[in-house]
DNA sequence: TCTGGGGTCCTAGGACCC
DNA sequence: TCTGGGGTCCTAGGACCC
């Protein structure tokens, strides 16, 4: 048995934890930069705020409703999400932090001491409850795709309170009876469209189809989710967290900027962040990805779309390194060569790629192995940044100008990683 | 005026190896 | 008259996830 522990609009309950006067309020959480809905309360849902709508759309929805606005805190909903893990983390040895807000649990060898999987959930909803201000839904089930089911009932259906074991056959064949093929873990719109053409849209009727179809049609992925819902377990828990393969920090700017004095500050800071994430996993990288591009959605005043400009170019590496200092040079040298006069930009972006362990440093004939005095110079400004807060050592081509920086109108305080934002109780 | 960010996996086709 | 077999690596494109 297998069990899936989802938190309810994880952003929104984050705010909530700490701000009662959002309690049964309609609250949405913005993407980055203020653009569109990324996260809504079941009140905002149901007012037909839909999922990843640009914000100006909500103009006359704010006007005649008491709307809650929140730009994304990734800070805060990161270390609840910290917290909350630790807690299941008592509950049971085997944990799969499936996303930020969702984690798998193996119940394999339970079964004396949770002898109802239902009373587990049950107290492990009512402990994170407790604990953290979080309601969480859980779903249990034999495989994971079949959890993921469940869960999207104990969701949804008011007399599971949040709850559902989906054990013997008849149980799993009257909820895939009912469940829509789109709603699949690994159906996306594309398949989902296909399906529907095709006549199969439940998911009961796609688990019937012939494996070579599925397979043709969906590829292996498909025919690993058809087995799953057969109840036959083809996604293993994978409880050790593999080290990324690709790191990328892309934000948008705040305003379209056009001269690459500014973007080369930008380009400087997202690199600065990516080799961060790059150092803490124990990785080097062999190759480096710029790309600058205009704001897509931009018309001119004629009503036509802008001209558009999307440049790119990856490097390889002589060395391969974690270093954004070593990095720096070769990203903006990218940058420099793609640059375009004459166009507002609205985002520089870095990829890097080919990843490899830091400790499996190839030696090259031609060239000198990596710099020991920059890996020292690393450690101690990362330890310092983390006391002293980002950024507070940073390379000078990074600068000290935010105009370029993305718009977070409506951010919530860091409640629990920041002394200053500290939730005072009167 | 204003439209997010960061990832993974699979396949086909081409170039190459012995 | 007869012209093999078994691989790897890389890239682009397309699908998916939260």
């Not at 009912?178 to 709603?183: H, L, W």
């Not at 599925?214 to 083809?234: D, F, M, Q, W």
């Not at 205009?294 to 002589?318: C, D, F, H, I, M």
């Amino acid at each position: 048995m297998i069990g899936l522990v989802d938190v309810n609009n994880f952003y929104v309950s984050c705010e909530r934890s700490f701000n009662l006067s959002l309690d049964k309020q309609p609250v949405v959480i913005l993407s980055n930069n203020d653009g569109c809905v990324i996260a809504r309360s079941n009140e905002a849902k149901a007012l037909g705020i839909k999922m990843g709508i640009p914000f100006f759309q909500l103009d006359e929805i704010r006007k005649q409703h008491n709307l809650f606005i929140f730009s994304s805190n990734y800070t805060l909903y990161g270390d609840m999400s910290a917290r909350i893990m630790a807690t299941i983390g008592r509950f049971v040895e085997e944990v799969e932090m499936n996303s930020i807000d969702e984690a798998f649990v193996n119940l394999a060898g339970y079964e004396s001491i949770y002898r109802d999987p239902t009373a587990f959930a049950r107290q492990l909803q009512q402990t994170i409850g407790q604990w953290h201000r979080i309601p969480v839904s859980v779903g249990l089930a034999p495989t994971k795709t079949l959890c993921k089911v469940a869960n999207h009932y104990a969701k949804r259906v008011d007399e599971y309170k949040g709850v559902l074991l989906l054990e013997t056959a008849a149980q799993i064949d009257e909820a895939l009876h009912e469940f829509s093929v789109a709603d699949l873990w690994g159906i996306g719109s594309r398949y989902a469209s296909l399906l529907r053409r095709n006549g199969f849209d439940t998911a009961a009727k796609f688990r019937n189809l012939p494996d070579d179809w599925i397979s043709k049609n969906l590829t292996v992925n498909g025919l690993r989710l058809a087995y799953e819902l057969r109840g036959v377990p083809c996604k293993p828990l994978e409880v050790d967290i593999p080290d990324k393969k690709a790191i990328c920090s892309a934000p948008s700017f705040g305003r379209l900027i056009p001269d690459l004095e500014t973007i080369n500050q930008a380009l400087t800071t997202h690199l600065a962040r990516a080799t961060q994430k790059l150092r803490q996993q124990q990785s080097t990288a062999g190759t480096v990805t710029v790309f600058l591009h205009t704001n897509r959605y931009r018309r001119s005043l004629n009503g036509e779309l802008a001209k558009q400009y999307y440049g790119s170019r990856t490097v390889q590496l002589p060395n391969p390194t974690s270093s954004n200092a070593e990095l720096a040079v070769y990203a903006l040298a990218a940058l420099k060569s793609i640059y375009q006069f004459g166009y507002g930009f609205q985002k520089v972006g870095i990829i890097l790629s080919d990843l490899r362990p830091d400790s499996h440093q190839q030696e090259s004939l031609f060239c000198e192995g990596p710099d020991e005095r920059l890996i020292k110079l690393h450690r101690v400004v990362d330890k310092l940044n983390h006391r002293y807060g980002r950024d507070k050592v940073r390379l000078a081509a990074q600068g000290y100008d935010t105009t370029w920086h993305h718009l977070r109108q409506w951010v919530s305080p860091c409640y629990t990683t920041n002394w200053a934002d500290i939730l005072v109780v009167q």
